[in-house]
């Protein structure tokens, strides 16, 4: 049935995804932290302000970063209407500056 579709976020620096919920919100897996965070000032930004998405996960052997600030521009909430207490992302699209360039930009240039 159709409620028993689901999308999902993920990254392939980061061992996860996000399912989205009966709301079609993409809540963190409970060891994981999202944020949002200012591109100038690399603080994170209000609850609801949209950022860079930062992705805290220490489940990531294959480099030795705890935190990996991506490309992709998100909001983040808490108290979802489904009743799940993690916080969830809304994916807003790429940054396209120049001075970002993330492995999936790359493969497009070498593709396209």
Not at 22 to 31: D, I, K, L, T, V
Not at 44 to 69: A, I, R
Request: charged share 25%; glycine share 8%.
């Amino acid at each position: 049935p159709p409620e028993s579709i689901r999308d999902m976020y993920g990254l392939s620096e980061c061992p996860a995804v996000f399912v989205e919920c009966e709301r079609g919100r993409f809540h963190a897996p409970a060891w994981w932290r999202a944020e949002a965070i200012d591109p100038e000032t690399m603080q994170p930004v209000y609850e609801g302000d949209e950022g860079l998405l930062q992705l805290t996960c220490p489940l990531t052997f294959s480099y030795p970063l705890v935190k990996v600030l991506t490309t992709d521009k998100a909001t983040v909430h808490r108290g979802c209407a489904c009743g799940r207490e993690a916080p969830y992302l809304v994916p807003r699209g790429r940054v396209t500056a120049a001075r970002f360039e993330t492995c999936a930009m790359k493969i497009g240039q070498a593709v396209g």
